[in-house]
């Protein structure tokens, strides 16, 4: 069974950068489509970068574009999502989910929530 957890958040000023990683166990990672949703309070869970398993073909929210980079280390069986240039407005709790089936969700834009596994999320929050 698939797990993974996410690690890397914290509290960090506008224009900083951070690193999420998301460590996978139990399956091999290689042919997953992975993507990194991320929940302020309030708002719905919004897909902000996904890469797929079998082609890399990336997604990436207009928000986060040219900021935020995804992607993945199979041999580690980690994925990361790079984010610079951060603002207040990408504070959230951010999760990263992999399905080895991207039908359903990856190919909606934007990405829906998939229904495999999910990691227990990570808190970013960007103030000064």
């Known amino acids: 069974q698939l797990q993974l957890v996410e690690s890397g958040g914290g509290l960090v000023q506008p224009g900083g950068s951070l690193r999420l990683s998301c460590a996978a166990s139990?399956?091999?990672?290689?042919?997953?489509?992975i993507g990194w949703f991320r929940q302020a309070p309030g708002k719905e869970r919004e897909g902000v970068a996904c890469i797929s398993g079998s082609d890399g073909i990336t997604y990436y929210a207009d928000s986060v574009k040219g900021r935020f980079t995804i992607s993945r280390d199979n041999a580690q069986n980690v994925a990361y999502l790079q984010m610079n240039s951060l603002k207040p407005e990408d504070t959230a709790v951010y999760y990263c989910a992999a399905d080895d089936n991207p039908q359903g969700w990856f190919w909606n834009r934007p990405p829906t929530p998939p229904l495999g596994s999910w990691g227990q999320g990570t808190q970013v929050s960007v103030s000064s």
């Open positions: 139990g399956v091999t990672l290689d042919y997953y489509t």
